[in-house]
């Protein structure tokens, strides 16, 4: 069935160091993906996304492209602030309203 | 513009209680979600409705578990009676049909049943 494996964390990273989320799925079909962001104490909120092959979603610094040759779809980020510090979960969309979640990577930034 | 409104926030409750959650999703989201967060399990999807109408409810744990959506604009998860190992986080999500995946989460309603 279809599912997405996303790096194990937690994540600890220097401020304006380089990020990389893995993040790969596996779906029959065209899915969209999707990377959300949850802060401590709320809930989960769209970051960025992509709805076809070679798109490239971006938001507030972070990006992502869409590869259907490798089914991934890593998060990147050139510098990251502590208030980047959350967690991030991948996601797709398979149509019929059910969308899959990654287990979810938390990331620490330290000043 | 409003977003998903969850209530309460925080519900503090004993073994053997009714615990019941509520949900407002957004104006003319005609798609509602219930999910629980846990440490252990991380995030599973209970149930949701489109246009009301439960489409899938096989997430749901056990028969102690029902949600509702008797209108466009509010939906119920109730538990009853809690257990101990009911204490998470449960949230609500609505979308549009056109948005399959783009989903908006309200901030969550903490549980813990002692």
């Known amino acids: 069935g279809d599912s997405v494996t996303q790096m194990e964390g937690p994540v600890t990273l220097s401020e304006e160091a380089f990020l990389t989320i893995n993040c790969t799925y596996t779906?029959?079909?065209?899915?969209?993906l999707f990377w959300y962001v949850q802060y401590p104490g709320e809930g989960l909120q769209l970051l960025l996304k992509a709805t076809k092959a070679d798109d490239k979603g971006s938001n507030k610094g972070f990006e992502a492209t869409y590869r259907k040759e490798t089914t991934s779809f890593h998060l990147e980020k050139g510098s990251v602030q502590v208030s980047d510090s959350a967690v991030y979960f991948c996601a797709l969309g398979t149509g019929g309203f059910k969308t899959i979640f990654g287990a979810g990577t938390r990331l620490f930034v330290k000043a | 513009d409003a977003g998903v409104i969850q209530s309460p926030r925080h519900e503090v409750t004993e073994m053997g209680q009714e615990v019941t959650l509520r949900c407002k999703p957004i104006s003319g989201h005609n798609s509602l979600f219930w999910y629980r967060q846990t440490m252990m399990r991380g995030l599973e999807l209970l149930i949701y409705f489109n246009n009301n109408v439960p489409i899938d409810d096989s997430g749901m744990p056990e028969d102690r578990f029902s949600a509702k959506m008797p209108n466009a604009s509010f939906s119920t998860l109730k538990i009853q009676p809690s257990e101990p190992r009911d204490s998470a986080v449960y949230f609500c999500a609505s979308s549009l049909k056109s948005s399959t995946g783009e989903l908006f989460f309200g901030e969550g309603s903490r549980l813990t049943v002692l």
């Open positions: 779906a029959t079909g065209y899915p969209s």
